[in-house]
């Protein structure tokens, strides 16, 4: 197999499985979304079902449990978008700039210029990918510093 054909190979079979994972990803975000709806769908009915005139309804409706019942279920504990999409960044990054090496590395082990064109053009795009995401992690850091997003400060304080 040439070297064309090797690194074209490689990245389909990398952009498939991105794929494939987000979409089941998304798949089961879906699925666990329309199972609470469903439950409180049901709850909600039972209750407008135990609940008889529109004087017991209004009585119920205006309570501090049916303000809760009502209340949209909290969402799962995140860390702060700005930190999460900054050390996620960097943290790729470290991984892609480190494998780029690591890849460049293994082609001065291969014996053959035809085996060693593909991993050079593989290596110095994965090191280009994660300098590029290193970058783009500290811009970000730079820009939610500046604009007060990072513990309220903003860079001209």
Do not use: C
Request: no cysteine; net charge positive.
């Amino acid at each position: 197999m040439d070297g064309p054909n090797l690194i074209s190979m490689t990245l389909v079979i990398a952009l498939l499985a991105f794929a494939v994972v987000k979409i089941f990803r998304s798949l089961l975000e879906h699925i666990r979304r329309t199972k609470s709806e469903k439950l409180q769908a049901e709850v909600y009915g039972k209750m407008l079902d135990k609940l008889g005139s529109s004087q017991d309804i209004l009585t119920w409706a205006q309570s501090e449990t049916s303000q809760n019942l009502f209340a949209a279920p909290p969402l799962p504990e995140r860390p702060a978008a700005p930190y999460a999409r900054i050390l996620t960044a960097i943290q790729i990054g470290v991984v892609l700039t480190v494998l780029g090496g690591a890849v460049l590395a293994i082609r001065s082990q291969l014996t053959t210029a035809h085996d060693q064109e593909p991993a050079m053009v593989i290596g110095i795009l994965i090191m280009a990918l994660g300098i590029g995401l290193l970058l783009s992690g500290g811009a970000s850091w730079l820009l939610s510093r500046k604009f007060g997003l990072l513990n309220g400060k903003t860079g001209a304080e």
